[in-house]
């Protein structure tokens, strides 16, 4: 009997775990979770300690477990990265997100395996060129990314389109933009942890909490906006493309609504039935000329593709996130 596995590289981390239990519900596929737990202490295993997963890869054993398998391989989910934009050594950078990437979608091509993987909307670097997704070759290569994991997440979009464009490509690739993700499964995460689950313990005990000032005239602090997206959202979509193999390209996945940071944090404190008691402090200053003070996703390309789902607004997002899990004993999806 044929298995159908699903291959999902950083699948025990935030967004790969959420992918992971949204697919697992689907009793006929296979999971396969390829990652690096980092010990026991980052408490990184919980994220799929609730997924009946069929298998455990370490990322050095990755092509070898591929190759052996391969016939049964219906999709390779490619969310392993470095997703620090902090990170200072560009070579791990560039070897985890192209190297490895471009060496993935090579192997899916050859094996005529599909592949969905992870963009990222630090492509958009400031936003001077928009947020519009569009999978000219020219307008890709025009972005400019502030940081190196942006750039490394454009140049394998630009090395897709390329691939494709010379027909050489697996039968169904997409890269999806990802904009700002929030959700269950970030604990591992620390200081890249979203800022509702940054600012949830201090809410939680009654205490104030702390955004960063802004340093631009026309932004008032804690006015820095993005598309902020729950994670939900993410493997929805990522199960609409398992279903739906004729979608190819990349596309935006945010919510399509720009939100000030400080509406996220009101939104917490109201989901947790207190008084909003903001403050606002520096921000380190590595960061400040490398930050993004607006993302808004246009998500007409996605509903073109097919997919009708309404997106999850930022009220219902944060309600849920806090009511079913920041708030409950287990904070595991």
């Known amino acids: 009997m044929t298995r159908r596995i699903v291959f999902v590289t950083g699948g025990a981390g935030f967004i790969g775990s959420n992918i992971v239990a949204r697919l697992a519900e689907d009793r006929g596929l296979d999971l396969v979770v390829c990652d690096r737990l980092h010990g026991v202490d980052t408490g990184k295993w919980r994220n799929i300690a609730k997924a009946p997963i069929g298998d455990f890869v370490h990322p050095d054993d990755m092509f070898d477990w591929l190759e052996k398998r391969w016939r049964d391989v219906e999709m390779v989910v490619h969310m392993g990265a470095v997703s620090s934009t902090t990170e200072p050594d560009a070579d791990k950078i560039l070897q985890n997100n192209f190297q490895l990437s471009r060496d993935l979608f ?27 997704d569009d999978n000219d070759y020219e307008a890709l290569a025009a972005l400019r990314p502030l940081n190196t994991y942006g750039w490394s997440k454009a140049l394998f979009d630009l090395f897709a389109v390329r691939q494709a464009g010379r027909d050489y490509a697996p ?55 993005r598309d902020f997206v729950y994670v939900r959202d993410v ?99």
């Open 171 to 225: 039968p169904q690739w997409v890269g999806l933009k990802f904009f700002n993700v929030y959700g269950p499964n970030e604990e591992h995460k620390l200081s890249m942890k979203s800022v509702a689950s940054q600012i949830w313990p201090q809410v939680r005990d009654g205490h104030g909490v702390q955004l960063f000032k802004s340093y631009r005239k026309d932004v008032p602090d804690g006015g820095q906006k």
């Open 106 to 132: 090579r192997w899916c091509a050859d094996r005529q395996r599909r592949l969905v993987y992870a963009s990222s909307a630090a492509t958009y670097g400031a936003g001077e060129h928009g947020f519009d």
């Open 235 to 333: 493997a929805d979509v990522t199960r609409w493309l398992f279903d739906n193999p004729q979608v190819n390209g990349i596309y935006n996945l945010g919510s399509g609504q720009a939100r000030a940071f400080e509406d996220m944090a009101r939104q917490v404190f109201e989901a947790a039935g207190k008084n909003a008691r903001i403050e606002y402090g520096p921000m380190p200053p590595a960061i400040r000329d490398k930050y993004q003070y607006f993302t808004e996703a246009k998500m007409e390309r996605l509903a073109a593709a097919g997919y009708g789902a309404p997106l999850t607004s930022l009220e219902e997002g944060i309600g849920d996130y806090v009511g079913r899990y920041l708030s409950q004993p287990d904070p595991y999806r």
